[in-house]
T-cell receptor
């Protein structure tokens, strides 16, 4: 089953614009991670944010986490055509040893 | 260094047959994960190994699915009596291990695309 759900399902923007995608999840977590998947290829880890953190930056990526709302957002600034991919949030519930991915946001950056 | 590798990259089989999918994790990684991904969906957790033991196999859909990691490195996912609904991309990932008891960054292989006719 999917623990998380991303919103929107699909997003299309112009190169240079910012892209924001959101993730909601169901149960309490230890940490939340974001991954990128280019078409037909494996997943690549982007960033990890722990449950006691509220915001984290990595290059053009900014992630926020609101544990009270069970939600996270991923902001990609100054987008590039190479950012075109599907983005997934993934959570590590603190109730066991599973790891759950969301349904994904498909981002298209138009050159 | 070498990343996670999976073989075969593609597997076509007939309904009812047995298949084995192999995963070679990054050397030294104690944690290994199997996922299944259908078109347009996120990866679905199947099983997680810490060392040689399955720490959690709650994601395996039914008893036709089984995974082993006998020496704590290479893992094999085994599917008996395959069904058309088993068709998907099977992903393997590894990570150094539980960092402070929490899941850390996972490194994914390219996946095995399984097609059951």
């Amino acid at each position: 089953s999917q623990q998380g759900e991303e919103d929107p399902q699909a997003l299309s923007i112009q190169e240079g614009e910012n892209a924001t995608m959101n993730c909601s999840y169901k149960t309490s977590i230890n940490n939340l991670q974001w991954y990128r998947q280019n078409s037909g290829r494996g997943l690549v880890h982007l960033i990890l944010i722990r449950s006691n953190e509220r915001e984290k930056h990595s290059g053009r990526l900014r992630v926020t986490l609101d544990t009270s709302k069970k939600s996270s957002s991923l902001l990609i600034t100054a987008s590039r055509a190479a950012d075109t991919a599907s983005y997934f949030c993934a959570t590590d519930p603190n109730t066991g040893n599973q790891f759950y991915f969301g349904t994904g946001t498909s981002l298209t950056v138009i050159p | 260094g070498a990343g996670v590798s999976q073989t075969p990259s593609n597997k076509v089989t007939e309904k009812g047959k047995y298949v084995e999918l192999r995963c070679d994790p990054i050397s030294g990684h104690t944690a290994l994960y199997w996922y299944r991904q259908s078109l347009g969906q996120g990866p679905e957790f199947l099983i997680y190994f810490q060392g040689t033991g399955a720490a959690d196999d709650s994601g395996l859909p039914n008893d036709r699915f089984f995974a082993v990691r006998p020496e704590g490195s290479v893992s094999t996912l085994k599917i008996q009596r395959t069904e058309r609904g088993d068709s998907a991309v099977y992903l393997c990932a590894s990570s150094p291990g539980l960092a402070g008891g929490y899941f850390d960054e996972q490194f994914f292989g390219p996946g095995t695309r399984l097609t059951v006719l």
